[in-house]
């Protein structure tokens, strides 16, 4: 395996600057498609030269205490770090020095990089632009990073498509929520019954394979966002789950035959049978198995 690539840090001649703490899991060393994401810890006393990142970045504190300074210029900034603050910082967002002390067990640090949201949003030319905030707290925010982190830790079993859409859930909120004047406003409105019935031949085409919202959109010759948009808007459900409800609708028929729950898990496109088997329970409300006795 390729060695992991580490979220961006510069400092002001473009050289890689070392990130604060130590690594404890890095999601580009696993099957991750979603921003780049990192897992670090914070004990004792650090400090940072010159730096700035180059693309959005965020930063959670999930348990510990760590007080930090941001010096630029002649202004000096102070921050607490406690259990459910998170760093937002835009873009080119950069500071003559930084120190900090304490000890946090965990920061979830995820960074926006231009390659991934172009993917998932071609017109945006891979640019999002944020508003600073150097320590707040937004529940919203926190889930979807939590979420990103226990998929990753799970060895990312539940599929591209819910990588991506924890991605978009994400560029989407920040937009909304943090967005800088620059980031162009989206138009609403909805699919068409054409092409819904289009979305629904082709995902029992495709029903077995780990596809992505970019192939599902690029079928009605959209962006994954903007498809998801108006996906979510002409159903009520996100495309993610969808597909799930699909594949256990198809596998309730499969369990009437003789093939193993594992068989029918891997024909219906799920990772695993304990994925399967949560799916199943979450949307029919019992398992699989019990669902084939009964």
């Known amino acids: ?6 979220i961006s840090l510069l400092d002001l001649s473009g050289k890689p600057v070392r990130f604060d703490g130590r690594m404890l899991m890095n999601a580009a060393a696993t099957p991750w498609q979603g921003f780049a994401l990192e897992v670090r810890a914070m004990h004792g006393d650090g400090e940072n030269p010159a ?3 180059p693309h959005p970045l965020l930063a959670f504190c999930m348990r510990g205490h760590v007080k930090s300074a941001m010096t630029t210029g002649r202004r000096t900034s102070h921050v607490e770090s406690r259990p459910g603050s998170v760093c937002i910082f835009d873009q080119g967002y950069e500071v003559d020095r930084v120190t900090w002390s304490g000890q946090c067990d965990e920061v979830i640090a995820l960074e926006i990089r231009p390659e991934t949201l172009r993917s998932l949003m071609p017109e945006s030319d891979g640019e999002l632009h944020l508003q600073t905030h150097l320590s707040t707290t937004d529940a919203t925010l926190t ?11 799970r060895g990312c079993t539940s599929g591209r498509m819910h990588a991506q859409g924890l991605s978009m859930a ?5 937009q909304s929520r943090y967005g800088g004047a620059r980031n162009a406003k989206r138009a609403p409105g909805r699919l068409s019954q054409a092409d819904l019935r289009r979305v629904y031949d082709w995902v029992m085409q495709h029903l077995g394979e780990d596809f992505g919202i970019d192939e599902l959109a690029a079928e009605l010759n959209m962006s994954a966002v903007h498809f998801t948009r108006l996906f979510r808007a002409s159903t009520g459900s996100t495309p993610y789950r969808y597909v799930m409800e699909q594949r256990v609708r198809h596998a309730l028929t499969l369990l009437e035959g003789r093939l193993s729950l594992a068989e029918i898990a891997h024909t219906v ?4 049978q304990a994925h399967f ?13 019990r669902a084939r006795l009964g």
Not at 170 to 174: A, E, N, P, T
Not at 277 to 289: D, E, I, N, R
């Open 277 to 289: 088997t949560q799916v199943f329970k979450q949307l029919v409300g019992t398992t699989p198995a």
């Open 269 to 272: 496109g799920f990772s695993s």
């Open 51 to 53: 730096c700035y990142n």
């Open 1 to 6: 395996m390729a060695m992991a690539r580490e």
């Open 143 to 153: 889930s979807l990073a939590i979420a990103m982190r226990d998929e990753v830790e």
């Open 170 to 174: 994400l560029v989407s909120y920040l």
